[in-house]
């Protein structure tokens, strides 16, 4: 069955990075697109970058655009996050998924399909 499982939150120190990992299987990996979605306590959940792991195009949020790395390794099945110069706004849980979303949805949470169980990242001040 289709699995997604993240790993490498953890708490960090504003300014300082973290590296997320995204691990797949079940499914054809180069097919579909990847995405890293983020939920703070009372915000609504939102795209954070995602990459065609077809072509290996990416796109990010303003938010964290110059910031964050999104890159895969398809022998591998799996996708990262590379997260650098934190702040605490960026505390929430992150989430990985998989979809098959158009250039105009490709940070819409809703056009992904399958869901990984999120790693929580907390930056401190």
């Known amino acids: 069955e289709v699995q997604l499982v993240e790993s490498g939150g953890g708490l960090v120190q504003a300014g300082g990075s973290l590296r997320l990992s995204c691990a797949a299987s079940?499914?054809?990996?180069?097919?579909?697109?990847i995405g890293w979605f983020r939920q703070a306590p009372g915000k609504e959940r939102e795209g954070v970058s995602c990459?065609?792991?077809?072509?290996?195009?990416?796109y990010y949020a303003d938010s964290v655009k110059g910031r964050f790395t999104i890159s895969s390794d398809n022998a591998k099945n799996t996708v990262y996050l590379q997260m650098n110069s934190l702040k605490p706004e960026d505390t929430a849980v992150y989430y990985c998924?998989?979809?098959?979303?158009?250039?105009?949805?490709?940070?819409?949470?809703?056009?992904?399909?399958?869901w990984g169980q999120g790693t929580q990242v907390t930056v401190s001040s």
């Open positions: 998924a998989a979809g098959s979303p158009t250039i105009a949805t490709i940070l819409a949470w809703r056009e992904y399909d399958y």
């Open positions: 990459i065609s792991s077809s072509d290996g195009s990416t």
């Open positions: 079940g499914f054809t990996f180069d097919d579909y697109a």
